[in-house]
T-cell receptor, first 113, second 115 residues
Framework: DTEVTQTPKHLVMGMTNKKSLKCEQH?????MYWYKQKAKKPPELMFV???????INESVPSRFSPECPNSSLLNLHLHALQPEDSALYLC????????????FGDGTRLSIL | GESVGLHLPTLSVQEGDNSIINCAYS??????FIWYKQESGKGPQFIID?????DKRQGQRVTVLLNKTVKHLSLQIAATQPGDSAVYFC??????????????FGTGTRLKVLA
């Protein structure tokens, strides 16, 4: 079982909907990440939070809005998504940003109708 | 015909044989590397890491080799088992202009273990 928990596991939404993806870890990690993964492709970094502050935004469209309410939680708010945003969204955490292995959740499979 | 990027490189090995998965990295300034295993329907799972001041690191049934001269990383799996079937990704760290770091993943290799 993964120590990074993501909910929901699956999500189907229309292009006008607003939804949120949630991620939780209780390992005391101070860095948390959102990745997007398309089929047969490697994970692509979207956002990095370090000590609850956004430190990297990989030029992600504003229809994706991250939030880090506390050191254990990471949310990704979704609004007005496009069909090409359908993918597996992975959350990860690590003790620090620098030179530490990241621990991944099993992701949320998102489908945009 | 096949299109580049639609199919992962695949390595097929007999159960019990050793597997070698290779990865070429691009940034000569990278000083930290990780191997991940991703099974179907799951997130990537950390296998082993290595820092640039080392050439080799061993774990349980796995060994990572780093050749900085040619910017090459390899993962060796001894006595490959059916449970090793998965997609394997290498990742290198990269420093941002802001001073923070991120990981860049390789394209991945699918390992198929034949009974």
């Amino acid at each position: 079982d993964t120590e990074v928990t993501q909910t929901p596991k699956h999500l189907v939404m229309g292009m006008t909907n607003k939804k949120s993806l949630k991620c939780e870890q209780h390992m005391g990690h101070r860095a948390m990440y959102w990745y997007k993964q398309k089929a047969k492709k490697p994970p692509e970094l979207m956002f990095v939070y370090s000590y609850e502050k956004l430190s990297i935004n990989e030029s992600v469209p504003s229809r994706f809005s991250p939030e880090c309410p506390n050191s254990s939680l990471l949310n990704l708010h979704l609004h007005a998504l496009q069909p090409e945003d359908s993918a597996l969204y992975l959350c990860a955490s690590s003790q620090q940003v620098l030179n530490q292995p990241q621990h991944f959740g099993d992701g949320t499979r998102l489908s945009i109708l | 015909g096949e299109s580049v990027g639609l199919h992962l490189p695949t390595l097929s090995v007999q159960e019990g044989d050793n597997s070698i998965i290779n990865c070429a990295y691009s940034n000569s300034a990278s000083d930290y590397f990780i191997w991940y295993k991703q099974e179907s329907g799951k997130g990537p799972q950390f296998i082993i890491d290595i820092r640039s001041n080392m050439d080799k690191r061993q774990g349980q049934r796995v060994t990572v080799l780093l050749n900085k001269t040619v910017k090459h990383l390899s993962l060796q799996i001894a006595a490959t088992q059916p449970g090793d079937s998965a997609v394997y990704f290498c990742a290198e760290n990269e420093e941002e202009t802001s001073g923070t770091y991120k990981y860049i993943f390789g394209t991945g290799t699918r390992l198929k273990v034949l009974a």
